[in-house]
């Protein structure tokens, strides 16, 4: 298996704009979580999936952020409009039940 | 916050000495885990204790958990240069979700 793969790495765009961030976990993993990454706040949960649905959205910063998971091998992160306050790395995992996470590369976000 | 608080926060040592981080949390546990994150990528699986698991081992990696004090530490022997990243515990939290709280980590510095 090729692990969990997220693309971009790397995006940068213009405040204002959307930005989709796009997530294949491991195949058989039933868990799928997106995080944020920053130097004040560190690894922020904002969602995970449960076999395709949404467990827990309470770390989703506000309403200009969304995320869907329409198969057991894709999701996406969705912010729109973005802003420069959500310049961060995301990072997407997934995981059996009871397991240990594994972890994407991360997209390196910058909303200038 | 149910955020783990590592200490120290950074550790400088030299090739071949065993390195010490600690982790302490605040709320109940189901399983407390450590990842490792080298600069600028994703974080990797180490290591998990299960909550009534004093003790576990992965090669050079020994962590110990204890639930009475909230506490767990991961010691690192004979540490190598390729040691140098950053380590986060991450709480398994009861109540059956799934999901991790992260800590902010450690950054550990192996000097050849």
């Known amino acids: 298996d090729a692990g969990v793969i997220q693309s971009p790495r790397h995006e940068v765009t213009e405040m204002g704009q959307e930005v989709t961030l796009r997530c294949k976990p491991i195949s058989g993993h039933d868990y799928l979580f997106w995080y944020r990454q920053t130097m004040m706040r560190g690894l922020e949960l904002l969602i995970y999936f449960n076999n395709n649905v949404p467990i827990d959205d309470s770390g989703m910063p506000e309403d200009r952020f969304s995320a869907k998971m329409p198969n057991a091998s894709f999701s996406t992160l969705k912010i729109q409009p973005s802003e420069p306050r959500d310049s961060a790395v995301y990072f997407c995992?997934?995981?059996?039940?009871?397991?240990?996470?594994?972890f994407g590369s991360g997209t390196r976000l910058t909303v200038v | 916050s149910q955020q783990g608080e590592e200490d120290p926060q950074a550790l400088s040592i030299q090739e071949g000495e065993n390195a010490t981080m600690n982790c302490s949390y605040k709320?109940?546990?189901?399983?407390l885990q450590w990842y490792r994150q080298n600069s600028g990528r994703g974080l990797v699986h180490l290591i998990l204790?299960?909550?009534?698991?004093r003790e576990k081992h992965s090669g050079r990696l020994r962590v110990t958990l204890d639930t009475s004090k909230k506490s767990s530490s991961l010691l690192i022997t004979a540490s190598r240069a390729a040691d140098t990243a950053s380590y986060f515990c991450?709480?398994?939290?009861?109540?059956?979700?799934?999901?991790?709280?992260f800590g902010k980590g450690t950054k550990l510095t192996v000097n050849p």
């Open positions: 995992a997934s995981s059996r039940q009871g397991g240990g996470y594994t």
């Open positions: 709320t109940s546990i189901n399983n």
């Open positions: 204790i299960r909550s009534n698991e």
């Open positions: 991450a709480m398994g939290l009861q109540g059956g979700s799934e999901k991790l709280v």
